[in-house]
């Protein structure tokens, strides 16, 4: 590593030379601009992450002055890479620098991709409410691109954390839209009941049993399988279990669903406020009597 260290830092004086020598515009840059590749490399190989990626925001600056923006878009990808491992800030910005890139240059797929990247970066630094902004900002895209399912797999996390939130009336809307979407695709209609599950959970976490009751017909009415399956049985059980305030019920219908079909970490804690509501209803109840 110490040897990859030195041809480094040898690559980047090399470079750094090249950039402050006279010579044709255009040359001077590009042969700069492949010392700056190669101490990137090496840094890379040596792990020095930062250095690594400091190099390759140098590289950028090259194809910028050379008027090449695709390999600037890569360079800052490149940059982004070696940063995230060591810090999330500097990634995210030159993700940032690179979708400005990709999307000057009509390449919005992977602009999208990219967009995606930032929020799970985002996501990794639990600052969902910039997560959720650029999960939405890659489904757009996504959609624009016709590559409905990455749109989906993005929107599906800004519904998660929009019921996370508590911003139920925006994931049920999410879920509904994708639930539709999907049944006129053969690929992703067998997903469908798995998407008006989740709505019927964010649904039931409003604890208005005439909203749960209407959109179970409204699921029937879209997908006339949707009555014949599990999930809306849980459904369907659990509304009765709030509208006779019976917490037992409650617990031993979510009980069984989960033994056979494991519900997801994120729809483990929406019910677990259905419960809680419940059990304030119940000790309401114990204090009037």
Known sequence: MGDQMARAEEYEKKAEKKLN???????????????FDKAANSFKLAKSWDRAGSTYVKLANCHIKLESKHETAQAYVDAAHCYKKTNAKE???????????FCDIGRLSMAAR???EIAELYES???IEQA???FEKAADMFLNEEVTTSANQCKQKVAQYAAELE?????????EEIAKQSLNNNLLKYGVKGHLL???ICQLCKSDVVAITNALERYQDMDPTFSGTREYRLLADIAASLDEEDIGKFTDVVKEFDSMTPLDSWRDDPSVRVKEKLKAKELEGDDLT
């Open 167 to 175: 911003q139920y009336q925006k994931a049920i809307e999410i879920f």
């Open 91 to 101: 990634a995210i910005s030159c993700l940032e620098q690179a979708v400005n890139m």
């Open 132 to 134: 959720i902004v650029y």
């Open 125 to 127: 630094e639990q600052n």
């Open 114 to 116: 990219y967009y995606k």
């Open 198 to 200: 989740n709505a019927g």
């Open 21 to 35: 020598s006279w010579g044709l515009f255009g040359s001077k840059y590009e042969d700069a601009a492949d010392l």
